[in-house]
């Protein structure tokens, strides 16, 4: 059974999913998620504090995507394809995490907040906002990390992990008319060739 905080934070992205968050009403949300809206001032403080938990919610979502991804048995360069897909798919799916990729927020969605907001006075203390929400530069950075990690180290590997994560932003920010698995991986192993050839005229000057 979902508690509270979950059911209040399934319930807010239900109601955004249906209309602007400026006209989501907090006593709505607590009335959908089944309980009080003092439980949700408690939770969260406010309307900001709600909205801080959603895009540290999807945050985490995406990036647990992108371990799982990384974790499978597959080769290291399937594995870099298959985030590189997730993360297009996901983000014209998931309309928050397109706006966390890229840093372009619209009117409808709840903007982030540069420090994590405070709990209004007369909250109890039990109120918690939670860590910062990544900026795009430290979101792609955090996927990185990870791709570094889960492979071979080294630094082709870095660089196949910047290929692959500026390769699946570009489609992010500009879409192509096909899917993303139509032509990610082709795409991604030219990068590498190229760069590859490139490395070695370097090398040999």
């Known amino acids: 059974m979902p508690t509270a905080r979950e059911a209040l934070l399934e319930a807010a992205g239900l109601a955004l999913a249906a209309r602007p ?5 907090m006593v709505e949300v607590a009335a959908a998620a089944g309980v009080s809206r003092q439980t949700l001032y ?13 895009l540290r919610r999807e945050t985490d979502w995406y990036l ?21 897909e ?48 990544p900026g795009p530069g430290e979101l792609a950075r955090a996927v990185r990390e990870r791709a570094t990690a889960a492979l071979e180290p080294g630094e082709s590997t870095a660089r ?11 489609y992010v920010l500009v879409p192509g008319e096909e899917p993303p698995e139509a032509g990610l991986g082709e795409l991604l192993g030219a990068a590498e060739r190229r760069l590859s050839e490139r490395n070695r005229r370097a090398g040999g000057r």
């Open 21 to 25: 968050w400026p006209t989501v009403r």
């Open 42 to 54: 408690n939770e969260f403080g406010g309307k900001e504090g709600l909205a801080h938990a959603l």
């Open 64 to 84: 647990a995507g992108v371990d799982r991804l990384l974790g499978g048995p597959a080769g290291g360069r399937e594995r870099l394809v298959a985030v590189a």
């Open 86 to 133: 997730w993360t297009v798919r996901a983000a014209r799916t998931h309309p928050l995490l397109r706006a966390l990729l890229t840093g372009c927020w619209d009117q409808r969605l709840p903007a982030p907040c540069r420090t994590p907001p405070r709990a209004p006075s007369g909250v109890p203390g039990r109120w918690r906002a939670g860590p910062a929400v």
């Open 160 to 170: 196949r992990c910047e290929l692959a994560v500026r390769l699946a932003l570009s």
